[in-house]
Nanobody
Framework: QVQLVESGGGLVQGGASLRLSCAVS????????MGWFRQVPGKEREFVAA????????YYADSVKGRFTISRDSAKNMLYLHMNSLKPDDTAVYYC??????????????????WGQGTQVTVSS
């Protein structure tokens, strides 16, 4: 059974950097999509970034382009989200997820079927 466990969240000041990690345990054969989403109370889960496990193609929300970088370490079965120049608007619970998104569905949470428990990121102004 595949499990996803996020870590690395915390409280930082605006402009700081954080690296989120997602440990993937279990067999992921056949699953090619890995992504990060975020959610604040009262709002829908929002796409942040995704990566194709095989081609390593990456996808980003406009709000994080140029500031966040998604990467993976296949040897360690880890997914990362490097976040730079953090803003208070980045405050949210961040979730990693896996699935097989359709060609135009990388930013849709419905295309991902396995989720971690989330890690809180709080950015103060």
């Amino acid at each position: 059974q595949v499990q996803l466990v996020e870590s690395g969240g915390g409280l930082v000041q605006g402009g700081a950097s954080l690296r989120l990690s997602c440990a993937v345990s279990g067999r992921t054969f056949g699953t090619y999509g890995m992504g990060w989403f975020r959610q604040v109370p009262g709002k829908e889960r929002e796409f942040v970034a995704a990566i194709h496990r095989i081609t390593r193609s990456t996808y980003y929300a406009d709000s994080v382009k140029g500031r966040f970088t998604i990467s993976r370490d296949s040897a360690k079965n880890m997914l990362y989200l490097h976040m730079n120049s953090l803003k208070p608007d980045d405050t949210a619970v961040y979730y990693c997820a896996t699935g097989n998104p359709k060609r135009t569905g990388w930013s849709s949470s419905g295309e991902y079927d396995l989720w971690g428990q989330g890690t809180q990121v709080t950015v103060s102004s």
